[in-house]
């Protein structure tokens, strides 16, 4: 195993604050985990658009498409369940800030897919992110929601 992944103050920058127990159990899930989190995605993505890119790592267990909570659409992030931690390892490396749907996408390491994590948590539905951005994003639904709403 690389050197960066026994640090894992360095594995991954996002903490999730719906992590149901202490610090110290949030980085052994990360070191530990075989899933990963796919983040700047197209609403347009598909399932199996996923499935074409990520199986080139690894046999993935099972893909959950991000949801909006109240559309029930995609809404731009996924998880991706592996069978081997150096798959998900792998994928991490290698196919994070590749191009999907011509977009980077970005590929973090994810403590576990719990039922519940597959809905956007922002106020409009979709993801936080979503909500506050300023920018003009035709693949994410255009402006971001607050922007909208002005
Ligand atoms: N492993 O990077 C990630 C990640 N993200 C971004 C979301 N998830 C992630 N998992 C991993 N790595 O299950 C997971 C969540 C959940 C699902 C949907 O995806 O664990 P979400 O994106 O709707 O909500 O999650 P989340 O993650 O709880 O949002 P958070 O952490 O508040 O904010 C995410 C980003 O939004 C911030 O980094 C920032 O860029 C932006 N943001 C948040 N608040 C503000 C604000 N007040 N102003 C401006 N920008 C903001």
Redesign the pocket.
Known sequence: MALLFKDPSKI????????PGTQEEFEHA?LTST???V?NMSFYTTEEQVYELFSRAGEIKKIIM?LDKNTKTP?G?C?VLYYSREDTEDVCKYISGTILDDRPI?V????G?QD???????RSG????????TDYDPGRGGYGKLVQKE
């Open positions: 991954s920058a996002y903490r999730d604050r719906r992590f990360l899933t990963v989190y983040g991000g809404c992030f998880f970005r973090d390491f994810d403590w897919f519940g994590r597959q809905w956007g948590r922002g979709g993801q936080v992110r979503d909500e506050y951005r």
